[in-house]
Protein backbone atom coordinates (compact mmCIF):
# COMPACT_ATOMS: atom_id res chain seq x y z
CA UNK A 1 0.00 0.00 0.00
CA UNK A 2 1.18 3.33 -0.77
CA UNK A 3 0.03 6.73 0.68
CA UNK A 4 -0.11 10.07 -1.55
CA UNK A 5 -0.87 13.41 -0.10
CA UNK A 6 -0.18 16.40 -3.01
CA UNK A 7 0.01 19.95 -1.76
CA UNK A 8 1.54 23.35 -3.05
CA UNK A 9 -0.94 24.19 -5.89
CA UNK A 10 -2.86 27.34 -5.91
CA UNK A 11 -3.56 30.41 -8.10
CA UNK A 12 -1.08 31.92 -10.32
CA UNK A 13 -0.51 34.84 -12.73
CA UNK A 14 0.99 33.25 -16.45
CA UNK A 15 4.63 33.34 -16.42
CA UNK A 16 5.17 32.38 -12.92
CA UNK A 17 6.23 29.31 -11.29
CA UNK A 18 4.80 26.77 -9.32
CA UNK A 19 5.97 23.78 -7.23
CA UNK A 20 3.74 20.59 -6.34
CA UNK A 21 4.97 18.51 -3.86
CA UNK A 22 3.89 15.22 -2.96
CA UNK A 23 4.78 12.85 0.31
CA UNK A 24 4.79 9.48 -0.33
CA UNK A 25 4.24 6.96 2.24
CA UNK A 26 4.21 3.48 2.31
CA UNK A 27 5.64 0.63 0.37
CA UNK A 28 7.54 3.13 -1.57
CA UNK A 29 10.32 1.04 -2.72
CA UNK A 30 8.45 -1.47 -4.30
CA UNK A 31 6.55 0.53 -6.07
CA UNK A 32 9.04 2.84 -7.73
CA UNK A 33 7.79 4.75 -10.69
CA UNK A 34 6.07 7.93 -9.32
CA UNK A 35 4.14 10.57 -11.66
CA UNK A 36 2.42 13.50 -11.98
CA UNK A 37 -0.72 14.04 -13.87
CA UNK A 38 -3.10 16.67 -14.31
CA UNK A 39 -7.34 16.99 -15.41
CA UNK A 40 -8.59 20.09 -16.90
CA UNK A 41 -12.93 20.21 -16.57
CA UNK A 42 -14.41 18.18 -19.61
CA UNK A 43 -11.07 16.86 -20.11
CA UNK A 44 -9.45 13.16 -19.60
CA UNK A 45 -6.81 13.06 -16.88
CA UNK A 46 -3.01 13.23 -19.31
CA UNK A 47 0.43 11.93 -18.20
CA UNK A 48 2.84 15.22 -17.82
CA UNK A 49 5.58 13.97 -16.20
CA UNK A 50 6.95 10.67 -14.78
CA UNK A 51 10.05 9.18 -13.20
CA UNK A 52 11.45 5.96 -12.30
CA UNK A 53 12.94 6.45 -8.73
CA UNK A 54 15.61 3.63 -9.12
CA UNK A 55 17.85 4.56 -11.56
CA UNK A 56 16.08 8.09 -12.19
CA UNK A 57 15.14 8.15 -15.84
CA UNK A 58 12.67 10.73 -16.18
CA UNK A 59 10.07 11.01 -19.05
CA UNK A 60 7.49 14.91 -20.07
CA UNK A 61 4.85 15.17 -22.65
CA UNK A 62 6.27 17.31 -25.30
CA UNK A 63 4.23 20.08 -24.11
CA UNK A 64 5.69 19.84 -20.61
CA UNK A 65 9.51 20.00 -22.03
CA UNK A 66 11.43 23.01 -21.32
CA UNK A 67 8.85 24.04 -18.49
CA UNK A 68 7.81 20.97 -16.15
CA UNK A 69 10.63 19.49 -13.70
CA UNK A 70 9.83 16.24 -12.07
CA UNK A 71 12.35 15.17 -9.42
CA UNK A 72 12.09 12.73 -6.43
CA UNK A 73 13.69 13.78 -3.00
CA UNK A 74 14.35 9.99 -1.47
CA UNK A 75 15.19 11.31 2.17
CA UNK A 76 12.18 12.98 2.21
CA UNK A 77 9.91 10.44 0.35
CA UNK A 78 8.57 13.67 -1.76
CA UNK A 79 8.01 13.68 -5.38
CA UNK A 80 7.72 17.24 -6.68
CA UNK A 81 6.84 19.13 -10.00
CA UNK A 82 8.41 22.39 -11.03
CA UNK A 83 6.12 24.19 -13.25
CA UNK A 84 7.70 27.08 -14.71
CA UNK A 85 6.27 29.81 -17.21
CA UNK A 86 2.73 29.06 -16.18
CA UNK A 87 0.50 29.21 -18.67
CA UNK A 88 -3.61 29.46 -18.44
CA UNK A 89 -3.68 25.82 -20.52
CA UNK A 90 -1.66 25.01 -17.15
CA UNK A 91 -5.15 25.18 -15.17
CA UNK A 92 -6.12 21.71 -14.04
CA UNK A 93 -6.26 19.31 -11.11
CA UNK A 94 -2.76 17.58 -10.61
CA UNK A 95 -2.62 14.38 -8.90
CA UNK A 96 0.58 12.40 -8.15
CA UNK A 97 0.55 8.58 -8.61
CA UNK A 98 2.91 5.60 -7.89
CA UNK A 99 3.41 2.01 -9.02
CA UNK A 100 6.09 -0.96 -9.58
CA UNK A 101 8.13 0.33 -12.42
CA UNK A 102 8.13 -2.19 -15.72
CA UNK A 103 11.58 -3.68 -16.85
CA UNK A 104 11.76 -1.87 -19.61
CA UNK A 105 12.83 1.67 -20.62
CA UNK A 106 13.07 3.96 -23.63
CA UNK A 107 10.11 4.46 -25.64
CA UNK A 108 8.57 1.99 -24.18
CA UNK A 109 8.75 3.10 -20.32
CA UNK A 110 7.66 6.91 -21.80
CA UNK A 111 4.85 5.63 -22.93
CA UNK A 112 3.87 3.08 -20.02
CA UNK A 113 5.07 6.29 -17.51
CA UNK A 114 2.99 8.41 -18.78
CA UNK A 115 -0.38 6.22 -18.79
CA UNK A 116 -2.78 6.86 -15.64
CA UNK A 117 -4.17 2.92 -16.58
CA UNK A 118 0.03 2.38 -15.14
CA UNK A 119 -0.49 3.29 -11.91
CA UNK A 120 -1.95 1.60 -8.83
CA UNK A 121 -2.08 4.69 -6.42
CA UNK A 122 -3.20 8.38 -6.59
CA UNK A 123 -3.20 11.56 -4.51
CA UNK A 124 -6.46 13.33 -3.71
CA UNK A 125 -5.05 16.31 -6.25
CA UNK A 126 -4.39 19.94 -6.20
CA UNK A 127 -6.14 22.74 -7.84
CA UNK A 128 -3.81 24.99 -10.08
CA UNK A 129 -5.38 28.17 -11.66
CA UNK A 130 -3.15 30.25 -13.82
CA UNK A 131 -4.95 33.57 -14.74
CA UNK A 132 -4.21 37.06 -14.82
Known amino acids: QVHLVESGGGSADPGNSLRLDCVVS????????MGWFRQAPGKEREGVAG????????AYIDSAKGRFTIYHAAAKNTLSLQIDNLEPEDTAMYYC?????????????????????????WGQGTQVTVSS
Open 97 to 121: AASKCPIYRGLLFTRWVLAAKSYDY
Open 26 to 33: GDVYTNDC
Open 51 to 58: ISTGDNIR
